[in-house]
């Protein structure tokens, strides 16, 4: 506990990480504020079934995401997640288009190009997911007199001007929060979100639990065991890395090589993150927007509106292990960390430089990636377990799946941008050995 708050003084001794971390804060109480801001029409006391809407299914889970707004009709109820799925798009198409790649080679000025049409893409998704979230409203407010004070034409335009506007100003706060704050901004706005709705999930829960026949303290405190255990076993996930020894030379004379040092290159089982989890997710949010938000019906709608079911749980734990091996090939590049080694007179003992070096580390990341990608999908679909076992649905979110891996991923790495701070100032980082493993050079988006 004495290191506990030694550290946090160290942390407010430096001037510059103190005003990033008070940055950091005043961006996310503008964007838990602007969460509760109802759309200029709406009755904010009306909200009854839409929150009833999003109590259970997928409906939930994009609710989660953004922090409540979707069941609040806030101005930011579209959240975060158009412009994840347009980023999405935008890097499928560096694999398969020409254009796209040449920008990717570009370096900087290709970066701003293909972040200026990932904007553009984003407000082409919202002017389409917008007006349907309205349709929904509508449909939802309809029983209740005076709910919406305008249903009109004007409604509909100004409602969708404002929720495009609401997510590109939830855009703007993440890039000031990466440039200027603490973390990666629009992961640190979603695990936000998340952690905004536990208090509500964990009192649904407790009143679960204390109902007629719903197990009482004991049920509660096993679910709460669980969760830990759940909890470090993402952690362990997110910081699993295979060593690979590599040996360097100390002198070079000639073409003699004299006494040597062998270091290791560690290599993360989950090289990608929590971004495969992200990935999947909003491609799983797809099906119920386009079928306007509506879970209703049946077929392939009904069977990717219920996220307990079998072919969503099947098709989110395929999506993750493909976008996992995805983002350890963007991430992980076995050519350039050998040739690296082959700069500094390295080499991996038992094995040639050049091409065969590349072929090794490429065997191993692939071999590494796939346990890891499988375990990581595991994970992300617990929750569909904990909801058959009997657990609110809210609540069950937490057991694994996106929120737990989201939220210890970007925690760790917030934690690991603190520390790299702390330690640069010749201060004792927040651990007592080692480093924390964060997610290394993985961005968010």
Known sequence: MKRFFSTIKNIFKIEDLRSRILLTLGFILIYRLGAHIVLPGVNPNALSALSKQTAEGVLSLLDMFSGGAFSNASIFALGIMPYISASIVVQLLGIAVPYFQRLQRE???????????????????????????????????????????????????????????????????????????????????????????????????????????????????????????????????????????????????????????????????????????????????????????????????????????????????????????????????????????????????????????????????SKITLPGSIFLAIIAILPAFARLLGVNSQFAQFYGGTSLLIMVGVILDTLQQIESHLLMRHYDGLTKSGRIKGRGSVSAM
């Open 107 to 365: 370096g900087e000025s290709g970066r701003k190009k293909i972040n200026q049409i990932t904007r553009f893409l984003t407000i082409a998704i919202l002017l389409i997911q917008a007006p349907s979230y309205i349709a929904n409203l509508r449909i939802q407010l309809a029983q209740t007199p005076g709910a919406v004070i305008d249903g009109g034409l004007f409604f509909t335009i100004s409602s969708t001007i404002i929720l495009t506007a609401g997510t590109m100003f939830i855009l703007w706060l993440g890039e000031r929060i990466t440039d200027k704050g603490i973390g990666n901004g629009i992961s640190l706005l979603i695990m936000v979100g998340i952690i905004a709705r536990l208090p509500y999930a964990l009192a649904g829960e407790f009143v679960a639990r204390f109902e007629q026949a719903g197990g009482g303290l004991l049920v509660l405190l096993i679910e709460l065991v669980v969760l830990f255990i759940v909890f470090v076993l993402a952690i362990a996930l997110v910081q699993a890395v295979r060593k690979i020894p590599v040996q360097y030379a100390k002198r070079v004379v000639g073409n003699k090589q004299y006494g040597g040092v062998r270091q290791y290159i560690p290599l993360k089982v989950n090289a990608a993150g929590v971004m495969p989890i992200i990935f999947a997710q909003a491609l799983m949010f797809l099906p119920i927007m386009f079928a306007g938000f509506s879970s209703e019906g049946g077929g392939f709608i009904a069977a990717f509106a219920d996220y307990t079911g079998f072919w969503y749980n099947f098709t989110f734990a395929v999506l993750i292990i493909v976008f996992t091996y995805f983002y350890t090939a963007v991430t992980i590049n076995p050519r350039q960390m050998a040739e690296d080694m082959k700069k500094n007179g390295g080499f991996i003992p038992g094995v040639k430089p050049g091409n065969k070096t590349v072929e090794f580390l490429d065997d191993i990341m």
